[in-house]
Every structure is written in structure tokens, then in C-alpha cells.
């Protein structure tokens, strides 16, 4: 796994808003951490200069052994490619059966402009479907994935970061648009990929109980900058 660290960052987007204020922070590999805030804290942009989604204006940006906020092209695509990220609204190709979905994780690298199209290999094929075993979607596999229930789609968007084999995992918002009974399974996914796996997993949650309950470290941002960094267990609103 990989460890993240952010030195000084800041963003500023193209018409003037600044949502992120010289932000330092070092993430271990293997650190389960969930980042904290109201809407418009700027938590999305925190976690979308790790994968180089947004860059940053001053500051770096590092991730394993790479410097993202120095890559451009084919580097930035090789670096998203080892980070896993899963987002609030699932971003999977609904008309597409979950299978596909999951392979676009092994093409997006090796195919980038092929991702539903491409043929997979026996190993494309092989990590694919281990991949939906360990969400617990093997058997859905030739489901369209436009019907399957909200934490259905989740779990494959998961097993879709999982076939990249990620060091590290990015979560914007995983379970705002589940139920809570399924926020609380698709947070116990992550819980064991941590565990299982030793992957660093860095989650994006506007519940700070979720952030207690499931996560050892949490940072709470506020405005754009870190008013918390500690334990998730002793965190309190006021914080
Ligand atoms: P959230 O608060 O859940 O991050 P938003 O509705 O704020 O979602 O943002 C949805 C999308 O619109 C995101 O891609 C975000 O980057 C973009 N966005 C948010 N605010 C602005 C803005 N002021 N101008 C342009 N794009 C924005
Ligand atoms: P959060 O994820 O905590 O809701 P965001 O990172 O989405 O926060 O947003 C932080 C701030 O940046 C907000 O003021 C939002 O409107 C603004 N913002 C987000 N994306 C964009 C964008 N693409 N262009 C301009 N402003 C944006």
C-alpha cells in the first residue's frame, strides 16, 4: 500500500473560488482515514488533487512514489490507474452488465480507450471475478448494471476500483445515496478491504457518526482548511 501526503495544497479553481488553503497532511500506508466536513468544505477537492482530478495551484501532492501535482498525460494516466477511487453516484455504465463494469477497472490502464469494448485476458478475466466475489456480486456478474439497487451498485464500483489492484483507495461520498443499512454494509466493505488487504483507504463522509464508527483517523475540513486531525473514536461535533 501506499502512503499520501499533501504539503502546503491549495486550489483555487478558474473562477476565483478557492476550496482547498495550503492543506499538509501525511497518510501512512494502511491507514483507514475518513475526511469530515460540511458541503462545500471542499472534501471532493481534497480527494480529487490525489488522483490528479484537480490539480493543485501551490503546494505537492504526493502518492507512493510519485509526486502527482508534477505528471501530465501518459504519467497521470498510469497513476490513476493505481489508485482506486468509488463515488457517491457509482459512475457505472448502466446499460452494461456488471462484468464489463468490473473489467473497466483492468482496461482503464491497459486499454484506456477501449474500457467496455476491450477483449480481456484469462488474467483480466481471472481478477475481475475475484473481484466481485470479494464484494459479494459473483453472482449478478451478467447483470445489467442499471438494475441493481443503490448498494449493489456500490459493491461493484468497488470490485471495479479492486480489479486496477490499487495501492491506495479513494472514496468521494461512497454511501450518501444508500439507506442506512446499506451505508453501513458498503462501509463494512471498506472496513475489510483495510483490513484484509493493508489497503490505504481515504473516505469522504458528511456523517461524522460513520466517520466514528468505521474509520481510525479523521480529519475535518472546514472552509477549505484542517480544523481536526485525530483520533475518529474522541472526535466530537464541536471539532
Ligand atoms: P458535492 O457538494 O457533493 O461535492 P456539488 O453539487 O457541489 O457536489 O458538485 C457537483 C459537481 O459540480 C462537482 O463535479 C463539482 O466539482 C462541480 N462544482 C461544484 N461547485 C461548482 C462551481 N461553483 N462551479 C463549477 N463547478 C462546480
Ligand atoms: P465538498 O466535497 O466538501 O462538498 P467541494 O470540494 O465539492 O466540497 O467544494 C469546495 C468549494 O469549491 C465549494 O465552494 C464548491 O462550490 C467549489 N467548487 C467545487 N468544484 C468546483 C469547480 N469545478 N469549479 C469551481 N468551484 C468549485
Do not use: C
Request: glycine letters at 10%; a neutral charge; proline letters at 5%.
Amino acid at each position: 500500500a501506499w502512503s499520501i501526503r499533501l504539503d502546503g495544497a491549495s486550489v483555487t479553481y478558474p473562477n476565483g473560488t478557492t476550496a482547498l488553503k495550503d492543506v499538509s497532511l501525511t497518510i501512512a500506508p494502511g491507514e483507514m482515514v475518513s475526511i469530515v466536513g460540511l458541503s462545500g468544505s471542499g472534501k471532493s477537492t481534497l480527494i480529487r488533487t490525489i488522483n490528479g482530478l484537480v490539480p493543485v495551484t501551490a503546494g505537492t501532492v504526493e502518492v507512493g512514489p510519485h509526486t502527482v501535482s508534477s505528471l501530465s498525460g501518459r504519467a497521470l494516466r498510469s497513476l490513476r490507474g493505481d489508485v482506486g477511487m468509488i463515488f457517491q453516484a457509482f459512475n457505472l455504465a448502466e446499460r452494461v452488465d456488471v462484468y464489463r463494469n468490473t473489467l473497466v477497472g483492468r482496461f482503464a490502464r491497459s486499454h484506456p480507450l477501449r474500457t467496455l469494448l476491450g477483449i480481456p485476458s484469462p488474467e483480466d478475466r481471472r481478477i475481475a471475478l475475484a473481484a466481485l466475489d470479494a464484494v459479494g456480486m459473483l453472482e449478478k456478474v451478467w447483470t445489467r448494471a442499471g438494475s441493481l439497487s443503490g448498494g449493489q451498485k456500490q459493491r461493484v464500483a468497488i470490485a471495479r476500483a479492486l480489479s486496477q489492484e490499487p495501492h491506495v483507495m479513494l472514496a468521494d461520498e461512497p454511501v450518501a445515496s444508500l439507506d442506512p443499512p446499506t451505508a453501513h454494509a458498503v462501509m463494512n466493505e471498506l472496513v475489510t478491504l483495510n483490513a484484509e488487504r493493508g489497503l490505504t483507504v481515504l473516505v469522504n463522509l458528511h456523517l461524522m457518526d460513520l466517520a466514528r464508527d468505521y474509520t481510525t483517523r479523521m480529519i475535518g475540513l472546514r472552509a477549505g482548511e484542517i480544523v481536526y486531525d485525530g483520533p475518529a473514536a474522541s472526535a466530537t461535533d464541536a471539532d
